[in-house]
């Protein structure tokens, strides 16, 4: 009995300690509730806000494809229109010419004047197909939007998840890469920028090998190709492109380093790699370099770079590069392309599959280029390669480096 006081004040204490956590709790669960609710609010904004730009965006190129497909085709059935005209013209001149009796010269001479003044009003041939549609570019600018955006959600994501989303952390993943077998000298100088004198140890002779070459390619010795309008009369062979204007570098490569550089004349032009037994028969939607599984390359577009393989491309914001270096490095299971100024190598894009995470997670879950290497890159490795060569467009013409320290052009660029 004399310590329930001291007891009854001490749990007088301890309530009112509770009641003060209480309230105190109450007020956090409150900011809490409330905090989320504004949160989704400002995020439903945004998104909608995201929306509207994307929206908005799909409108305008929509609108630029409705426009340029209207200029072009008022162009072209203006032209159209006038050629059905003349012919219609002529066609009746001639029917008037052969109705007239042969004793009628005065007829005679006025319905073979008609006739005459028919074919000389506008003579001359049509205009011929555009060299290009200029809305047809639109598909790669909203490519380049939608990889753009993958690549920003991946990154804030990971960002949202914090360090303690992945226990292995990104100096896990690094310490991992570093024990892979690697090339004789450190690959930090593949991935990033480097003397080129580093690359000319790996230098590689490529030949053209016109066996391969598709009959609108004009070569020039072993080193030069150029697309034609007119096809050559290249003599049958199996290996031959049949479908793409694509040609292959003479001999097939399965180990080691290689490095060898091209330069970009005019046009488009894909430099890369395909596989010594893919099909030259393909057709031309799956045979093209980049477009499947057994070849990869580096495109200019005449605008821009990017990157393809297995049907997928990945836009580079690199500027023009007139010489390009390709290194091929078989332990790795690696392709690397490069920009070459001055004695310098600055690298475009090092294609590589990544190393998985614990657990089998791939290391960019929602970038779908990277995520096609990562699932499909290194099977390209298990063949023979060959140095590849697509020319896209009209007048594509692209000329194989010289491969010497003092590598200037002897080919004017136009």
């Not at 690959?187 to 090998?209: G, H, Q």
């Not at 430099?271 to 099909?279: K, L, T």
């Not at 920009?339 to 475009?348: E, I, N, P, Q, T």
Request: charged residues 25%; aromatic residues 8%; contains cysteine.
């Amino acid at each position: 009995q004399a310590e329930q006081p001291k007891v009854l004040s001490a749990v007088e204490d301890r309530m009112d300690e509770l009641g003060a956590g209480i309230a105190q709790s109450r007020r956090t669960v409150a900011l809490i509730k409330s905090a989320a609710v504004a949160e989704r609010e400002r995020v439903s904004r945004l998104f909608a806000e995201a929306a509207a730009a994307l929206q908005g965006f799909q409108t305008q190129v929509l609108a630029f494809i409705e426009e340029g497909e209207a200029a072009m085709l008022g162009r072209s059935q203006g032209d159209l229109r006038r050629q059905e005209e003349q012919r219609s013209r002529l066609s009746r001149a001639r029917q008037n010419l052969s109705q007239v009796p042969e004793a009628d010269s005065v007829s005679f001479l006025q319905e073979l004047l008609a006739l005459r003044l028919a074919l000389e009003e506008g003579c001359g041939p049509g205009p011929g197909p555009p060299r290009e549609l200029s809305f047809t570019k639109s598909s790669q600018a909203v490519r380049a939007v939608r990889d753009v955006l993958a690549v920003a959600c991946a990154n804030q994501w990971e960002q949202l998840r914090g360090p303690g989303g992945n226990e292995d952390g990104p100096q896990k993943l690094d310490s991992e890469a570093d024990a892979e077998p690697q090339d004789p000298d450190s690959t930090n100088l593949l991935e990033s920028e480097a003397p080129r004198d580093y690359f000319l140890k790996f230098a590689y002779i490529v030949d053209l090998d016109s066996d391969t070459a598709d009959k609108f390619l004009q070569l020039f010795g072993t080193k030069g190709v150029k697309r034609v309008l007119c096809p050559i009369n290249y003599p049958e062979s199996p290996t031959r492109f049949t479908h793409c204007e694509q040609v292959l570098g003479e001999g097939a490569l399965d180990r080691g380093t290689y490095y060898w550089e091209v330069e970009i004349i005019e046009g488009w032009v894909s430099v890369g790699v395909m596989a010594e037994d893919f099909s030259p028969q393909e057709p031309y939607d799956r045979g093209r370099l980049g477009r499947n599984a057994h070849s990869c390359c580096l495109q200019w577009n005449g605008r821009s770079f990017s990157v393809w393989f297995h049907g997928l491309e990945a836009p580079l914001p690199h500027p023009f590069s007139p010489t390009v270096g390709v290194c091929l490095e078989y332990a790795d299971r690696a392709l690397a392309f490069y920009a070459v100024r001055d004695g310098k190598m600055s690298l475009l894009r090092r294609l590589k599959a990544s190393r998985p995470r614990r657990g089998g997670v791939p290391a960019s879950p929602i970038d779908p280029f990277q995520s096609r290497l990562d699932s499909h890159f290194a099977g390209l490795f298990t063949h023979r390669l060959k140095p590849a060569f697509f020319l896209e467009s009209v007048d594509a013409h692209l000329q194989i480096g010289p491969l010497k320290k003092s590598c200037i052009s002897v080919l004017k660029r136009r």
